[in-house]
């Protein structure tokens, strides 16, 4: 049976100072017990001063914390799934300015070579689980990896704009 739970939106904001952002947003599927509400939050992502003619690429990183507690009056297994879903595929993300675009990529790993995308299923979903009991909320922290590469001469500066939404369902 389909239960709606808190999800989470993220926003992007890039600047050739640049930045990212993720916020809250709605809706879901069960996965897990009735008795099980979960929340998620985020942190910023925010890549700062971007310098077109640099040789390496600028990076930065974002937390995702999701908190499960229960209703119930024991400990229950809990499983879920983060989606991230934007405008354009993972290969392709861009950071908006009007007609100006600064290439993005967000990755499941520090070394950035697991890019976290949203063109399939399983390039899409981070699975996730644990026990929730009564008196200790079940809490996992996932970090976000993002990178502008270098290089983007063509971009001018100003502030830019992608939208992500990261789903929660359990």
């Known amino acids: 049976m389909p239960l709606n739970r808190l999800l989470s939106r993220a926003t992007a904001r890039v600047v050739l100072l640049a930045m990212l952002a993720i916020m809250p947003s709605h809706a879901a599927q069960a996965l897990s017990g009735p008795n099980i509400s979960c929340s998620i939050a985020t942190t910023p992502l925010a890549f700062g001063e971007y310098l077109p003619y640099r040789a390496v690429p ?9 908190t499960c507690t229960t209703s119930g009056s024991v400990e229950e297994p809990w499983s879920g799934v983060i989606f991230l879903v934007g405008p354009r595929p993972a290969i392709d993300r861009q950071m908006r300015q009007g007609p100006n675009a600064l290439q993005y990529r967000l990755y499941l790993d520090p070394a ?13 979903s981070l699975p996730i689980s644990g026990t929730v009991s009564p008196s200790v909320p079940f809490r996992q922290t996932i970090v976000v990896y993002g990178r502008i590469p270098a290089m983007q001469t063509s971009s001018p500066v100003a502030q830019y704009d992608d939208q992500i939404t990261a789903t929660l369902s359990y």
Do not use: L, P, Q
């Open 58 to 66: 600028t990076e930065s990183i974002s937390e995702i914390t999701v």
């Open 112 to 124: 950035r070579t697991m890019v976290w995308g949203d063109n399939d299923a399983m390039a899409n």
